[in-house]
Every structure is written in C-alpha cells, then in structure tokens.
T-cell receptor
Framework: NAGVTQTPKFQVLKTGQSMTLQCAQD?????MYWYRQDPGMGLRLIYY???????DKGEVPNGYNVSRLNKREFSLRLESAAPSQTSVYFC?????????????FGPGTRLTVL | QQQVKQSPQSLIVQKGGISIINCAYE??????FPWYQQFPGKGPALLIA?????SEKKEGRFTISFNKSAKQFSLHIMDSQPGDSATYFC???????????FGGGTRVLVKP
C-alpha cells in the first residue's frame, strides 16, 4: 500500500505558466482533498471531492481548478501561476464510512512561482 | 477569518519536560477535534482525536484536554523526547462533515 502519492515533489514555475499537480490514493477512499500550507497559516482547504464525480470549493479556491478523474485520482490545476501561489501543496484522502475518519496526507509538492 | 486559533506558534522544551499547545474554536457545530503531527518534509499524520462527550483522552504520552463551555482544547506531551520535535496542528470539524479547519500550527523543539 503506497497510501497517498503526489507528483511532482518539487516544481518551479514562472508567473503565468500553468501546471497540474497529481494525486492518487490506493486505499479505496471516497473523499479527497487539496490543501496549501503556508507559514503560520496552518493548512487551508483549496478544493475537495466528497465522492467520485463531485467537487466543491474550500476556503481558498481562487486561481485553482480540480478534476476528480476517478475514485483514485484527484488533480489540482493552476491555469496561470502567480507568486502568491508559492506554497507547499498537500493532497489527502478519507474513507467516510460510518463516522469521523482521519484524513491521510500525501508527502506534499513544494511549488515556487517566480 | 480563522475559526481555530492555536498557540503558541513555537515552543522549546527540555527532554523530559511537558509541552502544552492550546487551541480555541468558534463554531459550536464542531464536534470532532483531531491533532496532527508533521515532521519536516512529510505530510501531517493523525496523532490523537477527541469528541466533546469526554473531557480528556490519553494515548501514551499524549493527552487531549477538552473544555466545551470555553470552546478550548489542548494537547499535552508528557516526558517530551527529541523525537517529538515536529509541528503540531489542531483541527476541528463536524463529525459528519467533510471539511477539517486547521489551526496555524505549533513548532515544538525538544532539546536533549
């Protein structure tokens, strides 16, 4: 079991460039999440997918789009990167059966936008 | 608007000492309060969680204390060890809900 995997681990973009962050989980979880982590701000939810075929905005969705490709995969796209999007991005998944369940996090993608 | 406020931002404790991290929340609909531990270069991982029907939960050297009337909860790390050096995040959600709201994090350094 690999758990939650993310690619790439590191990325440097120039302002205006686009890119897609990939996330996959092999735990048969129903819900998937994208967070960004900035110093002193904790983790802030960008988008989430409660189940295959649905996506919803989180706390900080502006400048991002997501796709729940199938039950395993949830991608995050930056259409026109800005320096304010420099951050560490984490994908997480959650089973959602019968009560509160922990979210399992991937190792993160460190993104720098110049 | 940060719905979960965490303090302190950082703390240094000697080996064997007690680390205490505090969190306060605003939304009275929250009824699930987990703590996550994050080591450098890694994603957060669940450490311990509590529901508001109990005032305290202990797992090994880690204890959550919960005060529903004050809308506050805290993490105590007893007999702190250098291996406990990490960033700790409190969080809150509705148990039946989908979204966790995180505090700002506390970086803990345990000196040998």
């Amino acid at each position: 079991n690999a758990g939650v995997t993310q690619t790439p681990k590191f990325q440097v973009l120039k302002t205006g460039q686009s890119m897609t962050l990939q996330c996959a989980q092999d735990m048969n979880h129903n819900s998937m999440y994208w967070y960004r982590q900035d110093p002193g701000m904790g983790l802030r939810l960008i988008y989430y997918s409660a189940s295959e075929g649905t996506t919803d905005k989180g706390e900080v969705p502006n400048g991002y789009n997501v796709s729940r490709l199938n039950k395993r995969e949830f991608s995050l796209r930056l259409e026109s990167a800005a320096p304010s999007q420099t951050s560490v991005y984490f994908c997480a998944s959650r089973l959602v059966a019968g009560g509160p369940n922990e979210q399992f996090f991937g190792p993160g993608t460190r993104l720098t936008v110049l | 608007q940060q719905q979960v406020k965490q303090s302190p931002q950082s703390l240094i404790v000697q080996k064997g000492g007690i680390s205490i991290i505090n969190c306060a929340y605003e939304n009275t609909a929250f009824d699930y309060f987990p703590w996550y531990q994050q080591f450098p270069g890694k994603g957060p991982a669940l450490l311990i969680a509590i529901r508001p029907d109990v005032s305290e939960k202990k797992e090994g050297r880690f204890t959550i204390s919960f005060n529903k009337s004050a809308k506050q909860f805290s993490l105590h790390i007893m007999d702190s060890q250098p291996g406990d050096s990490a960033t700790y995040f409190c969080a809150a959600s509705r148990a039946a809900g989908n979204k966790l709201t995180f505090g700002g994090g506390t970086r803990v350094l345990v000196k040998p």
